[in-house]
């Protein structure tokens, strides 16, 4: 029962065997480039992976310093200086897009930062700390764009992970199931094919004897109608005896080894 679950429950025959045989031809390929994309999705993802890293680990500094330039500039403008700022913006500047990347088959989602008008802000901090309030700013947009950065890089190194386990899903059953399964089915129809050709061989050799027997009884049956024939007349001419004319037609075939001619 475990050789037949193996392979396929079909009918061995010329054109069955072709059609598994495509089957397989098919199957040969499609894992050879599932094959091709694991290897690239796994490329892809690793190169994803150290970015992450590295990302992170500048996101630390960054971020360091962005509370150290918003803390100078609270020291420097007064405690005030965010109400200012949130009063003289009505609109975000810095937006954030996304866009598609194809990447052997499989879209990955990235996402990207861009500046869309101007903040009234110029004023700001007049008075006193307006250079710090500028660092501040910065700092931030800095932080945001890692940010965006971060979130593109591990958005996508999650859909790389499910597509990689989805591909050597894949990978794995037509290695280790369709495959085998399409090639015990063509050694299965090839033997079955064989065992008919073995059996057509045998019967022909049956038919052939059998007809080669019979040819001979007949041959026999008229050779003894001959000799049955031959005797008659040899009897009606000499006026001899049925027996007696078989003898002397049988002492006629016989050759007598002491005369030479």
Known sequence: MSGQSQRLNVVPT???????????????????????????????FRQILKKIVS??????????????????????????????????????????????????????PKFEHFSEGETKNNLTGLARGGQQVQACK??????I??????????TSFLTLDEAIK???????????????????????IKGELDELEREDFFRLKKIQG?????????MASAR???????AEDLSLNKGITLGSAHNLLSHASQKDEDIIF
Request: no cysteine.
């Open 14 to 44: 010329v054109t069955m065997l072709g059609v598994i045989k495509a089957r397989l031809v098919g199957a040969t390929r499609g894992h050879a480039l599932l094959k091709k994309k694991s290897d690239a999705l796994t490329v892809q």
């Open 55 to 108: 990302t992170k680990e500048s996101m630390g500094d960054v971020m360091k310093s962005s509370s150290f330039a918003l803390t100078e500039a609270k020291y420097s403008a007064g405690e005030n200086i965010k109400h200012v700022v949130l009063e003289n913006v009505q609109n975000a500047t810095l937006k954030v897009r996304s866009r598609q990347e194809n990447i052997a088959g499989v879209k990955l």
């Open 138 to 143: 910065a700092a931030y947009v800095k932080s």
């Open 145 to 154: 764009e890692l940010l965006v950065e971060l979130a593109s890089l591990q």
């Open 166 to 188: 989805t591909t050597n899903r894949r990978v794995n059953a037509l290695e280790n199931v369709v495959k085998p399964r399409l090639e015990n089915t063509v050694t299965y």
């Open 210 to 218: 059998y007809k080669r027997r019979e040819v001979e009884k007949q």
């Open 224 to 230: 003894l109608y001959a000799e049955e024939k031959a």
